[in-house]
């Protein structure tokens, strides 16, 4: 039989999901070693505003995304897909998942951060129709950073 892919709301806190935000935090790290992207905490995480996702082959987490809720905005962060599993087309069924979740919770503007050494990310929001804008809530003018945002309506 082929592997089973599923796409559900997960626990940041369950024990086999620990690996791959640690793997998340390594990545970014050594892509941004100036610090200047900092872990997020898995009590941010677990917020009523927020949403984590997993993706998960056999019961095995691969991949995670993150939807933020904001007043007029829903933000996608801590999209990851574990190397192994990357060049599958795995990122795009992921970052559909989390667009689709959004907009079944009545979201209809998705915004994102993501840096300058991510170009396979770029090119894939790119693809899936986002477009850049300044930044954002938080985000503040960064020369390793690119905020982008699509409409959903």
Known sequence: MPPALHFAVDDPCAPDVAPLLEQLDGYLANLYPTGNIQPVSLDALRQPNVAFLTARVDDVPVACGTCVTHDDYVEVKRMYVLP??????????????????????????????????????????????????????????????????????
């Open 84 to 153: 192994a599993c990357r060049g599958l087309g795995l990122g795009k069924q992921l970052l559909e998942a989390l667009e689709k979740h959004v907009h079944d919770h009545g979201g209809r503007l998705v915004r994102l951060e993501t840096g300058t050494a991510q170009t396979e990310a770029i090119e894939l929001y790119e693809r899936a129709g986002y477009h850049r804008i300044p930044p954002f809530g938080d985000h503040r003018a960064n020369p390793q950073s690119i905020c982008m945002e699509k409409s959903l309506a």
